[in-house]
């Protein structure tokens, strides 16, 4: 079936190219007229935060539990109090800037609420909006911004944060960088400008397709822009490699100057088939983060799926459709000036082989050794969400985080928020009371809040500020200590009360993941593995490459903790500040992870498979599907790790970890994994590799990923030169 596609694509290319920038500029038009990515509160059904955050909205109508909000920090010039004639003169001229805007619900200036710290030199102002962050508008963020350049000419220092600030994530230079250091690697594997170019335009083709058409559904389907970005940085990824396994594979299928056609067909029928199939591995494990539970992820994991399959598809018929209109200039230069294929030698390939594949049992056990020594971080794992505290000292943000730290303490960054129903009680007011004395009686709180009661006073929100930061362990452990005594406080008073707030609620997210993770990774591998099984027809391909994947999986996440928790090598990703790992990070890692790492798995074992399929031995199999895929599953490796490295400088630092995590993957999963441990274990199991029960055999589908259906190789075409590795 892929051959003729392949080859109707190869005859009509230029309806096949009508077609997709028919549909490039349809998702083009739609963008243009969308709202684009949205930036709202992360929810997660079924955790007690969000529970609350729902009880506000129900009971404080108008509230806006999810609008935006920003805090002004204003401190006096030295050895002056911020309450001083001129000094709240000052503050008071900046917020009337603010106070006055269309979306400005309320203004609390420092004055009121405890905003002025104890030695009266800092204060802070909180500025809350009607409407989320994602709809306050560029004239509402100059006000703020504005607000903060009068008193700083009036003589204080100021500095302003919240998530009224958020604008989006921004291309940067290293994200290009990673675009031409793929085109460097395809022009050096293919030694042709034609043939180095055709996979970057088509993947950028399908990219701006992927990455336009998830722009313009995410206002409807409230998509934040990490769900577009994730999506780029996939579909540019995986777009690259899976053209350049086609063109490869029609590069080696080129046998006269007649057979263009014919070598398209081919090309798509075998390349096309492990295109197909690995692109499927990746879409099952991106398709099943739906399954988590958390709805923020789910659209990322769908958004990114859909990028991929936008890749395959141009992978099958644009990239054969391009071959049409330059049969002969994608092939090397003495292949086109004699019009037969000389037979390529991998010199390079032939010795790692004879290393590999002399001692086994030593690469296997030094390879499994090293990547779990990598690995060893990962078991001090923390997960949360890490915030202001985690930028650059540039970052207005980060200059109010450390202010307001220093003035107040750690924990007015991070208060928790204590929702009180006290509909059940006889006297509403004295059961908030015994609710708050409750709390402010717990360890590890500074103060609380006097309650806020809405229109029917039966119910109160309460602020309970604790005495370390947002993410600090010992604020956890305070929130778990809040809910244990909670049982006795609620029959006392007749009341229901609940913990949330921005920190409650990221701790509650870790939890939530931590217990999903587990189930999700076994319904993607049981999943992926069914997938292999019938792709290659052997019990223990599929299971040695879902243990080569969790071998990977678990040493790119000690790399992550290493830099993003520990701090070591932080100043090269311009981390000025550590903290925990994003709450939602393994999780996603491992959807995107396993895809990539099958994909490796299907390219160089269907080459393998293909060798001993055609009658070659166990042993000369290896050697053969090696040294006819390894340099581009190298090329390959090599594009992914410069484009997702490019990445790892974005500002978002969801963006930032992904990038870091899957280029640390792509590497340990493809040099270490696939082009060492893969051979040295099929070489240790020998003709059992390809084992496969009878039983087993007659109920599997067969499928044709060899290409055996296609059109016979044409007379005469160069045999592939096998190593003996003794």
């Known amino acids: 079936m892929l051959d003729r596609l392949g080859r109707f694509s190869y005859r009509r290319r230029w309806l096949v190219v009508l077609v997709w920038l028919f549909a490039l500029g349809g998702v083009v038009l739609l963008a243009v007229e969308s709202e684009g990515p949205v930036s709202t509160r992360a929810t997660m059904p079924g955790i007690e935060s969000q529970q609350a955050f729902d009880l506000i909205a129900e009971r404080f109508p108008g509230a806006a539990a999810d609008g935006a909000s920003a805090t002004i920090v204003f401190v006096a010039p030295p050895g002056q109090r911020l309450t001083s004639a001129g000094n709240a003169k000052a503050v008071d001229a900046a917020l009337a800037l603010v106070s006055g805007g269309p979306q400005v619900s309320r203004v609390v200036p420092p004055s ?92 950028v083709i399908g990219v701006a397709i992927s990455f336009l058409g998830v722009w313009a559904v995410a206002g409807p389907l409230k998509m934040a822009i990490t769900s577009g970005m994730l999506a780029l940085m996939l579909g540019l990824a995986v777009g690259i490699d899976y053209a350049m396994f086609v063109v490869s594979r029609y590069r080696e299928e080129r046998h006269g100057r007649d057979d263009a056609e014919r070598a398209t067909g081919r090309a798509v029928g075998t390349a096309g088939s492990a295109v197909a199939f690995a692109g499927t591995t990746v879409v099952i494990a991106l398709a099943g983060l739906s399954v988590v539970g958390i709805p923020s992820l789910a659209k990322m994991g769908l958004a990114a799926a859909g990028a991929v399959v936008v890749a395959v598809l141009v992978a099958l018929t644009l990239v054969p459709a391009l071959l049409g209109f330059a049969p002969n200039r994608v092939l090397p230069r003495s292949q086109r000036r004699s019009g037969v294929r000389s037979s390529e030698r991998h010199p390079a390939a032939r010795a790692w082989m004879r290393l590999v594949l002399r001692r086994p049992l030593v690469i296997t056990l030094a390879g499994v050794a090293v990547l779990a020594a990598i690995a060893v971080p990962a078991l001090s794992l923390q997960l949360g969400t890490p915030g202001d505290a985690s930028l650059p000292t540039t970052e207005t943000q980060r200059r109010a985080y450390d202010l307001r730290a220093e003035a107040f303490g750690p924990g007015f960054n991070g208060p928790l928020t204590v929702v009180v129903d006290a509909r059940g009680a006889t006297d509403p007011v004295s059961a908030v009371a015994t609710v708050a004395d409750s709390v402010r009686t717990t360890s590890g709180v500074v103060s609380v809040s006097k309650a806020t009661f809405n229109q029917q006073r039966d119910t109160a929100i309460l602020t309970a500020v604790p005495s370390t930061g947002p993410t600090d362990e010992r604020t956890e452990a305070l929130v778990e200590a809040l809910r244990t005594a909670r049982p006795g406080v609620e029959a006392a008073g007749q009341v229901r009360y609940e913990i949330t707030g921005t920190t409650a609620l990221d701790i509650d997210m870790a939890r939530k993941t931590q217990s999903a993770l587990v189930p999700y990774v076994a319904i993607v591998i049981g999943l992926a593995v069914l997938l292999l099984l019938v792709v290659f027809r052997s019990v223990w391909v599929p299971v040695k490459a879902a243990l080569g994947f969790l071998l990977s999986l678990f040493a790119a996440l000690g790399v992550i903790v290493a830099v993003f928790q520990w701090g070591w090598a932080a100043d090269l990703l311009g981390i000025e500040q550590t903290g925990p790992v994003m709450s939602l990070m393994p999780i996603l890692l491992v959807g995107i992870v396993f895809g990539l790492a099958m994909d490796y798995e299907v390219f160089l074992v269907s080459r393998m498979r293909e060798a001993h399929v055609h009658g070659r031995p166990a042993h000369d199999a290896i050697v053969t599907g090696f040294e006819q895929s390894s340099k581009v599953v190298v090329a390959a490796a090599v594009i992914m790790i410069a484009v997702f490295g490019g990445f790892a400088a974005a500002d978002e630092p969801l963006i930032k970890m992904v990038g870091l995590g899957l280029a640390c993957a792509v590497f340990f999963d493809a040099f270490v994994v696939r082009l060492t441990l893969v051979p040295a274990v099929l070489r240790l199991l020998g003709e059992r590799a390809w084992w496969l029960p009878r039983w087993l055999d007659r109920v599997l589908p067969h499928v044709d990923v060899e290409g055996g259906a296609s059109s016979e190789p044409q007379p005469g075409s160069e045999p592939v030169h096998v190593v003996s590795a003794r």
């Open 112 to 203: 009121t609420g405890g905003g002025v710290s104890a030695d009266g030199s800092t204060g802070f102002a909180s500025v809350s909006y009607g409407v989320p962050s994602s709809e306050v508008t560029e004239e509402s963020r100059m006000a703020l911004a504005d607000a903060v350049e009068r008193a700083r000419d009036a003589g204080l220092t100021a500095e302003m944060s919240g998530s009224a600030l958020k604008t989006g994530t921004r291309m940067s230079a290293m994200e290009l960088a990673g675009v031409a250091i793929a085109a460097v690697v395809l022009l050096m594997t293919f030694g042709s400008m034609v043939a180095a170019g055709l996979p970057l335009l088509t993947a």
